[in-house]
């Protein structure tokens, strides 16, 4: 009985339009953000930067090939520019917007 109870759910939710997988469908804001750094990188810094990745929310930080600034992608319906900001000072990453 539970078992044709999923099945006229599931047909429901279809009718309505919803997806028919388990996961509701979300979708995301992917913005860039470009920071400059205050010091030269080094290799301190470059772990550091490895590690913001992990953060949720960010998706991407790529270093310019100049070394002198860096590329952030992340989630805008999850942070918002001075979070991300925060996120890299708080892991020791001296950036200022630009």
């Known amino acids: ?16 339009g919803a997806p028919s997988g388990c996961y509701p469908v979300i979708s995301m804001t992917k913005v ?3 920071f400059r750094v ?6 301190t810094l470059l772990a550091h ?22 590329m952030v992608e992340y989630d805008a319906t999850r942070l918002r520019p001075a979070e991300v900001e925060s996120v890299l000072a708080g892991a020791g990453i001296p950036v200022e917007p630009g």
């Open 49 to 70: 930067i490895a590690e913001v990745r992990a953060v949720y929310g960010i998706q991407s930080v790529k270093v310019a090939p100049s070394l002198d600034s860096l």
């Open 38 to 43: 205050q010091k030269p990188l080094d290799d």
């Open 1 to 16: 009985m539970v078992r044709d109870r999923s099945i006229i759910t599931l047909a429901s939710r279809e009718a309505a």
């Open 32 to 34: 860039q953000v470009r």
